[in-house]
């Protein structure tokens, strides 16, 4: 089977069109009353937000056996625990910080069907803080595959993100690295998966939205 990119997606993600207009409008606004200050904030604007919504497409790894990173970034936390919100047991947690400088789009790691989504409002600490976990304004998404195959999605807003934005709906099929939302301006995303899977990334480590496999199943 040949490698997909998933479904959606273009130049820019979506919420940051809002971003991009209002930088546009602040151009417009410099350029006509002739203040130059207010002409290269709009520039500025139009440079970050440019940048920081950008969503580029990704080679998708194939085969059902392979897990994808939901986020682009730095890996903070590989351990193991107890996961009772979704998987109800023991599972392997996978946490993944973005930094502003990041793509923020987030992919699913997994095929399968959106069985749950339950938003947590709370706090916007410091996201790789390991209590932001916890503690923060957050939305979960749980995802069933092929043969049972479950898999729980955490994105969690950060000090400076103050927005998840949500792209699917409870009950949708998705392809594995399908768009599932994205997160606003710094964050961090946690995937819980069953002990048996075989995690392929370490502390430290920089992944990919989508293309870096994280896990496999035995």
């Given at each position: 089977m040949a490698p997909t990119t998933?479904?959606?997606?273009?130049?820019?993600?979506?919420?940051?069109y809002r971003f991009l207009a209002s930088s546009a409008l602040l151009i417009l606004l410099g350029w006509l009353l002739r203040w130059s200050w207010l002409l290269w904030l709009g520039l500025a604007g139009l440079a970050f937000f440019g940048y920081f919504f950008r969503d580029p497409e990704r080679d998708i790894p194939p085969g059902p056996e392979t897990m994808v990173a939901p986020a682009d970034g730095k890996v903070v936390f590989v351990e193991d625990l107890r996961e009772d919100r979704f998987l109800k047991g023991p599972a392997r947690r996978v946490a993944i910080f973005m930094n502003v400088f990041d793509v923020h789009v987030n992919?699913?790691?997994?095929a399968g069907k959106v069985t749950e989504q339950v938003h947590q409002p709370g706090a916007f600490k410091a996201a790789f803080r390991h209590e932001a976990g916890i503690q923060n304004e957050q939305l979960a998404t749980g995802l069933t595959g092929e043969g049972g195959r479950r898999a729980l999605v955490v994105q969690i807003a950060g000090l400076l993100a103050r927005r998840i934005v949500p792209y699917v709906k409870t009950g949708?099929?998705?392809?594995?690295?399908?768009?599932f939302g994205m997160i606003c301006f710094g964050s961090r995303v946690d995937v819980y998966l069953p002990p048996e899977v075989e995690v392929q990334v370490r502390v430290g480590d920089r992944v990919k939205a989508g293309s870096s496999i994280i896990a496999l199943w035995r």
């Open positions: 998933g479904t959606g997606g273009g130049w820019i993600a979506a919420p940051g992919r699913v790691p997994m949708e099929e998705l392809a594995k690295g399908q768009r």
